[in-house]
């Protein structure tokens, strides 16, 4: 299993977003994928992940990120709205067989090469 996300770049609060999480190897179909971000000096948390049956979102971006997938392109999407300078961070995505009923990095593998996002005035 191969993930690649792209779509990073640098914005200014209030501005959008939208990353990609290329799945190749396995049908996208029976997996769970989890958006992750690791900022400077902190360690890696949760963002959100979407099931074949759920979905989820950290607290801290709830009303303003949107996960959805693609299983024909085999592509996850997170659209990221009002960025805020604390969104800021490089975001992965990996896969797991389930949510895990939350956004834990917990059991998730096959961990893409992150994007970076800076939120920056």
């Known amino acids: 299993v191969q993930l690649q996300a792209s779509g990073g770049g640098l914005v200014q609060p209030g501005e959008s977003l939208r990353l990609s999480c290329a799945v190749s190897g396995v049908s996208l179909g029976y997996y769970a994928i989890g958006w992750f971000r690791q900022a400077p000096g902190k360690e890696r948390e949760g963002v959100s992940c979407i099931s074949p049956s759920d979905s989820h979102y950290a607290d801290s971006v709830k009303g303003r990120f949107t996960i959805s997938r693609d299983n024909a392109k085999n592509t996850v999407y997170l659209q990221m709205n009002n960025l805020k300078p604390e969104d800021t961070g490089v975001y992965y995505c990996?896969?797991?067989?389930?949510?895990?009923?939350?956004?834990?990095?917990?059991?998730?593998?096959?961990w893409g090469q992150g994007t970076k996002v800076t939120v920056s005035s």
């Open positions: 990996a896969a797991h067989l389930s949510c895990n009923g939350g956004t834990t990095p917990r059991g998730f593998g096959s």
